[in-house]
């Protein structure tokens, strides 16, 4: 099955700075991938999500990258505010006929310091 | 819109309760509902994936007679723990997914169950 690893699992950066938080997935027959921010006792609101069939999507201060061939994807936050400050999920799924669960990394707790 | 209501969003009971939880999607028909449990500081862990008007399918290591789930109209799914005990203390959290093709998947905010 898939299996889907994320890093780092903390990050810390300061107000204004980029963050970067790095996936890569297993099963080459995904083709679905959502991020997820979720705040403390509450559960994960999704924040961008990118097929296999784009490499790039940019949605404001947010984007995420793909990379197919190394099974690699990246979100990328620029402009950094605290409100940013949460646990960040990424997923990986096969969508069309058959879709299947996502399956998470571990997440990444992300700091802002103001 | 896809909003996804989880009630109740904080549960306090002694060992031995069943406890139910709901989950209602709001704004769309949800063709398919995922019960999922979370640990502190760790990731969503799948429990079960639940069909309008068919059996759950249950992942590997999820006791099916323990965790009971219905899903018995296209807004509403329930995920009842039975006989709960101090183990069982977990945030659970429920997701919808609206239907026809490639519907991403939306989350309710969760119910911290605590088992005394």
């Given at each position: 099955g898939e299996n889907v690893e994320q890093h780092p699992s903390t990050l810390s950066v300061q107000e204004g700075d980029s963050a970067v938080i790095k996936c890569t997935y297993s099963d080459s027959a995904s083709n679905y991938f959502p991020w997820y921010k979720q705040e403390l006792g509450k559960g994960p609101q999704l924040i961008i999500d990118i097929r296999s069939n784009v490499g790039e999507k940019k949605d404001q201060r947010i984007a995420v990258t793909l990379n197919k061939t190394?099974?690699?994807?990246?979100?990328?936050?620029?402009?950094?505010?605290?409100?940013?400050?949460?646990?960040y999920f990424c997923a990986a799924s096969i969508w069309g006929s058959g879709n299947t669960p996502l399956v998470f990394g571990k997440g990444t707790r992300l700091s802002v310091i103001a | 819109g896809a909003v996804v209501s989880q009630h109740p969003s904080r549960v306090i009971c002694k060992s031995g309760t069943s406890v139910k939880i709901e989950c209602r999607s709001l704004d769309f028909q949800a063709t398919t509902m995922f019960w999922y449990r979370q640990f502190p500081k760790q990731s969503l862990m799948l429990m079960a994936t639940s069909n309008e008007g068919s059996k759950a399918t249950y992942e590997q290591g999820v006791e099916k007679d323990k965790f009971l789930i219905n899903h018995a109209s296209l807004t509403l799914s329930t995920l009842t723990v039975t006989s709960a005990h101090p183990e069982d203390s977990s945030f659970y959290i429920c997701s919808a997914r609206p239907g026809g093709v490639n519907q991403p998947q939306h989350f309710g905010d969760g119910t911290r169950l605590s088992i005394l």
């Open positions: 190394a099974k690699h994807f990246s979100l990328h936050i620029t402009e950094t505010q605290p409100e940013d400050s949460a646990v | -």
